[in-house]
Structure formats: structure tokens, C-alpha cells
């Protein structure tokens, strides 16, 4: 079965440092998104991708964050200047389609972010 | 008051019995209503989705909406330990938004 796959699975950086978190969608999938969780705390979404541009996006995902599709396959996560309040796992998902339908959302394993 | 409120547990049930998560809502804008679960390690796997009011049953997992109190259950029958997890709800709609708001997630241990 086709899976989402995100890399690395743990980061650890210093406060101020640059990171880029990477994620292989589903090959066949258009929409992808990153989202949050705060040890502890609720699932947060950040940012919804679709032909190359953003059609979405929380007030969490501020002037720090960036996303990209760099070729094909990849869909990028950065943060320019990490907090510690960054810390946290972030789950990247991709869906076919747009829709309510949200059961073509599927997620990746997740990447836990510590920031130090 | 927060959007989408939903006890964190965790809740502890022998094999077998029938569990019930819950969570409640302020937003009577919502139109969408889903159960993901999450395994430990394991990105959320969406179990369920409803739209309007009413039941909706699958297998062994019963996804109840009452719009009118703003509250909604998913109902475990038979647990097994492999259900064993945590159970996050989640909704969406507002604005023609498709972007789920979630719980902060049940924690279920169902031990043999």
C-alpha cells in the first residue's frame, strides 16, 4: 500500500538554526500539508500545497516557514531561524483531491523536530 | 472557550467492552466530523468521516453526531488490545474550509 515517508524521523538543532523537513507524498496525490503537534497537545495545521503554490495556511505558518516541491517526488518543510518553541512533530499528508471528502488525507510518520 | 474540547483519558477497558470517546464543539459552523487514530510513533489514520447528524457505522465503530448539543462520540464494540491507541476528532467546514481543527486526543488502553 502507498504510504507517505518523511525524513529524517528525529532532527535535533540549535535555537536560530535553519532546518528543512522532507516528505515523499503519494505518488499520484496533488495536495500536500504539513502539520504540528506540540508534545501534549492538539494536532495543528500549517500550511495545505497545490500546483506549486500555497492555497493555505494557519497563522502559525509565519514569514519563517517555507514550503517547496522541489522536484516530483519531494515537498519541503523550512524554518529560517528555528525557536524553541518550534519543537515539536510534524506530520506532512498529501490527498488526491480537495475535497470534504478528508479520508484521502493520509499522513506520514511524522518528524520530531527538537530544537535546543 | 476552546473550538474543539475532548478529554485527554487515558481511558483503560478490559478486552471486550464497549467504549465510548466523545468530544464537544463551539463552532456550529463545523460541517464535517472525523476520527483519526493514532498509533504510537504513527502519523493520525483517518476511521471515520460524517456530515450531517445521525450514525454512521462501520465494522466494530459507531461515529455519532448531534449537531444540536455540538457534540460527537465514536463508539468502540468487542475492543481488542490492538485498539489500544490514541483517538483524535476532528472537524472542519467553516468558510468552505477543508482544513481539519482537532481534539487534543483520547489516550485508549484496551488490556487483555
Known amino acids: 500500500e502507498p504510504e507517505v515517508t518523511q525524513t529524517p524521523s528525529h532532527q535535533v538543532t540549535q535555537m536560530g538554526q535553519e532546518v528543512i523537513l522532507r516528505c515523499v507524498p503519494i505518488?499520484?496525490?496533488?495536495?500536500f500539508y504539513w502539520y504540528r503537534q506540540i508534545l501534549g497537545q492538539k494536532v495543528e495545521f500549517l500550511v495545505s500545497f497545490y500546483n506549486n503554490e500555497i492555497s493555505e495556511k494557519s497563522e502559525i505558518f509565519d514569514d519563517q516557514f517555507s514550503v517547496e516541491r522541489p522536484d516530483g517526488s519531494n515537498f519541503t518543510l523550512k524554518i529560517r531561524s528555528t525557536k524553541l518553541e518550534d519543537s515539536a512533530m510534524y506530520f506532512c499528508?498529501?490527498?488526491?483531491?480537495?475535497?470534504?471528502?478528508?479520508?484521502?488525507?493520509?499522513f506520514g510518520p511524522g518528524t520530531r523536530l527538537t530544537v535546543l | 472557550q476552546k473550538e474543539v474540547e475532548q478529554d485527554p483519558g487515558p481511558l483503560s477497558v478490559p478486552e471486550g467492552a464497549i467504549v465510548s470517546l466523545n468530544c464537544t464543539y463551539s463552532n456550529s459552523a463545523f460541517q464535517y466530523f472525523m476520527w483519526y487514530r493514532q498509533y504510537s510513533r504513527k502519523g493520525p489514520e483517518l476511521l471515520m468521516y460524517?456530515?450531517?447528524?445521525g450514525n454512521k457505522e462501520d465494522g466494530r465503530f459507531t461515529a455519532q453526531v448531534d449537531k444540536s448539543s455540538k457534540y460527537i462520540s465514536l463508539f468502540i464494540r468487542d475492543s481488542q488490545p490492538s485498539d489500544s491507541a490514541t483517538y483524535l476528532c476532528a472537524m472542519s467546514g467553516p468558510g468552505g474550509s477543508y482544513i481539519p481543527t482537532f481534539g487534543r486526543g483520547t489516550s485508549l488502553i484496551v488490556h487483555p
Open positions: 460524517t456530515y450531517s447528524s
Open positions: 499528508a498529501s490527498s488526491p483531491t480537495e475535497g470534504a471528502l478528508t479520508d484521502t488525507q493520509y
Open positions: 505518488s499520484n496525490h496533488l495536495y
